[in-house]
């Protein structure tokens, strides 16, 4: 485990002290898993984006032609029996 030095001004410190004290944690300990937490929901929030720009390539439709000659085939068409 790495230890690293962060510098706020007294209004942060003071608040922050104040909320891991009410969990009954050290500052450290209080602001890593605070940034835990946010890390979790950005991966959270990148692991939704990505589902939905998948769905939004499948509602778009094919991106080639299925028309033939000019139309949608009908189902015989498209099964292939013509």
Do not use: C
């Not at 003071?14 to 890593?32: L, N, V, Y």
């Not at 439709?61 to 498209?78: C, Q, S, Y």
């Amino acid at each position: 485990m790495k230890n690293v030095t962060v510098s706020m001004d007294d209004d942060l410190y003071r608040a922050t002290r104040i909320e891991a004290a009410k969990a009954g944690k050290s500052m450290s300990r209080h602001i890593a898993d605070r940034l835990r937490e946010a890390d979790r929901q950005d991966l959270a929030e990148e692991r939704r984006r990505r589902r939905l720009e998948a769905l939004q390539r499948i509602f778009d439709g094919p991106m080639w032609d299925v028309t033939e000659n000019g139309r949608m085939p009908d189902a015989e068409e498209r099964n292939g029996r013509r």
